[in-house]
């Protein structure tokens, strides 16, 4: 993305979105057109209005809403595909903190999260929803990198007072303080894409204290917020014993104001989410980050997918590297539908597994909806598009576009084949 922008344009080629979860609209040889950063609608000839327009071409290339990752960690990308024979809090206390305590140094941060933000901007991701570390002034370099990509993203600094190594514990006060200053030195930088977001690590690295402080802020400067919740049986267990007056995990949340209601909300995992605590993700709101490739990374369990959307919760992807290897979206569309028929044949005969036009519809407008309108062609969504070309992957027989872009997702064509990306019109 070279920063780009143009007032209106459109692109042409094979235009493909789920405008719902159950239908793949295929349009051949169509125009998208972008008009001031939102999309206009897609057309089989230009309408008398858009004549004069610029059009690009892209000849026989499909061309695809940009991919959301609800749930990715960028300290955690220097050490993907490595540590994956530990389960969840092993894993932690063994590859993650001593990885997020290298970043109270600035160079280090400097350059990881120059390769985290490159490789963002190369990939299909166009929205991200990212954790950093407890380190301000690192994670302020994020944001000022992120916003550098092109990507609209939301970053955090996360908060961590109990539970952790002496590294990475901050005091309650700390935390929140340099919370405070965070959001201000954000706010200071004026980014056009690049948002704060609060970042309770989860209830175990958090005292009641720290999050009843962090209620505060997030009341204060109306910020969104992004967590971990029931990832892992042992990590569900800890909290029933360090919060034993909530309900259920989620209600430790809920308790101070930071699971939905007033307080946009994305929970990552939800793997061992309780009846209780489904119907409170339902009814408050809140956004289930689904990611299936860190699920079995860390043997953490089959998330319910299927019972979660036809229940009617807000659900999208997560790559979550470092517990998934690949920031890749198109590799966590194929996981979710993979896992999903595991869980179907094996665990429950009456969730059926996701079909190719849902998994596609989660990476999409299903996780596009933490952002707004986002994550489709339909009129008045702002317009998030990326150009493949399939042409590489050689085949005898004739296949339907619907066809080309399963297998463009099935066989990981979202790094060399990427020909044009497009975020909120620019390019």
């Known amino acids: 993305m070279g920063g780009l922008f143009m007032e209106q344009f459109a692109l042409k080629g094979n235009v493909l979105y789920t405008p719902r979860k159950d239908e793949l609209k295929t349009c051949p040889n169509a125009y998208v057109i972008c008009r001031e950063g939102i999309c206009e609608g897609v057309y089989e000839t230009l309408p008398e209005e858009f004549r004069e327009i610029h059009v690009m071409d892209f000849g026989d290339s499909l061309i695809i809403p940009g991919m959301v990752d609800l749930h990715i960690h960028a300290p955690q990308y220097a050490f993907r595909g490595t540590g994956m024979d530990c389960e969840l809090l092993d894993w932690l206390n063994t590859h993650t903190f001593p990885e ?6 600035l160079d280090y941060a400097s350059r990881a999260y120059g390769i985290f933000a490159d490789h963002m901007r190369k990939s299909a991701t166009t929205r991200a929803v990212i954790f950093g570390t407890i380190h301000r002034e690192a994670t302020l370099l994020l944001m000022d990198l992120m916003e550098g990509s092109g990507l ?29 200053a965070f959001i201000r030195a954000s706010a200071e930088k004026n980014y056009q894409r690049t948002m704060p977001i609060l970042t309770p690590r989860f209830i175990p690295s958090c005292s009641d204290s720290l999050l009843e402080r962090l209620s505060e802020i997030r009341r204060a400067h109306d910020l969104p917020v992004q967590s ?13 014993k360090l919060m034993p007056q909530a309900e259920f995990y989620g209600d430790g949340y809920d308790r101070f104001g930071l699971f939905g209601r007033e307080a946009k909300t994305v929970m990552a995992h939800c793997v061992y989410s309780t009846e209780a605590e489904v119907e409170r993700i339902l009814k408050n709101g809140v956004w289930v980050a689904h990611c299936p490739n860190s699920n079995m990374n860390l043997a953490s369990g089959i998330a319910p997918v299927r019972k979660y959307i036809d ?31 595991i869980y179907w044949r094996y665990l429950d005969k009456t969730a059926r597994p996701l079909t190719f036009s849902e998994g596609f519809y989660l990476a999409t407008k299903g996780g596009g909806s933490f952002f707004g309108r986002v994550g489709s062609f339909e009129a008045g969504y702002e317009f998030d598009a990326v150009v493949l070309d399939d042409s590489s992957v050689v085949h005898p027989q004739e296949l339907t576009l619907a066809e080309r872009l399963e297998r463009a997702v099935y066989l990981g064509l979202d790094g060399e084949c990427i020909r044009a990306k497009f975020v909120r019109g620019v390019a």
Do not use: C
């Open 152 to 180: 609209v993203s939301y970053v955090g600094k996360v908060n961590m007072d109990r539970d952790s190594p002496d590294s990475l514990r901050e005091t309650t006060e700390a935390s929140a303080m340099e919370t405070l």
């Open 228 to 240: 971990h919740l029931s990832e892992n049986p042992e990590e569900v267990a800890l909290v029933k």
């Open 100 to 105: 997020e305590a290298k970043y109270a140094n």
């Open 311 to 341: 229940a009617g919760l807000r659900v999208g992807l997560g790559s979550d590297v470092a517990g998934g290897q690949s920031e890749s979206i198109f590799r966590a569309i194929t996981d979710a539908i993979q896992m999903s028929k």
